[in-house]
């Protein structure tokens, strides 16, 4: 069984940053793809960015350039730096862990408010 927990979210003004974690627990941690979606209010989840068990990593086109995912699979935590925040970017920030289409699993959320 994996846990998932996000920290690092709260309020902060537009052009500024904030950097969220997520912790795992269990042993698939180093060889899962871990990532970043948001779900703002009255809208679907979508994806921010994804980082493989090999560090590779995928961004939706809205965060390129602003956003960073990274791992530490010592710590078995990942992280997401979010520089230049819009407005836009409110969202309830939530971690996954994908392990090979098998396992599938979902921290409880992390709110980012963005004031402009």
């Known amino acids: 069984q994996v846990q998932l927990v996000e920290s690092g979210g709260g309020l902060v003004q537009a052009g500024g940053s904030l950097r969220l974690s997520c912790a795992a627990s269990?042993?698939?941690?180093?060889?899962?793809?871990m990532g970043w979606y948001r779900q703002a209010p009255g809208k679907q989840r979508d994806l921010v960015a994804t980082?493989?068990?090999?560090?590779?990593?995928n961004y939706a086109d809205s965060v390129k350039g602003r956003f960073t995912i990274s791992r530490d699979n010592a710590k078995k935590t990942m992280y997401l730096q979010m520089n230049s925040l819009k407005p836009e970017d409110t969202a309830v920030y939530y971690c996954?862990?994908?392990?090979?289409?098998?396992?599938?699993?979902w921290g409880q959320g992390t709110q980012v408010t963005v004031s402009s």
């Open positions: 996954n862990l994908n392990w090979a289409g098998i396992q599938n699993y």
């Open positions: 269990g042993t698939i941690f180093r060889f899962a793809t």
């Open positions: 980082i493989t068990g090999g560090n590779s990593t």
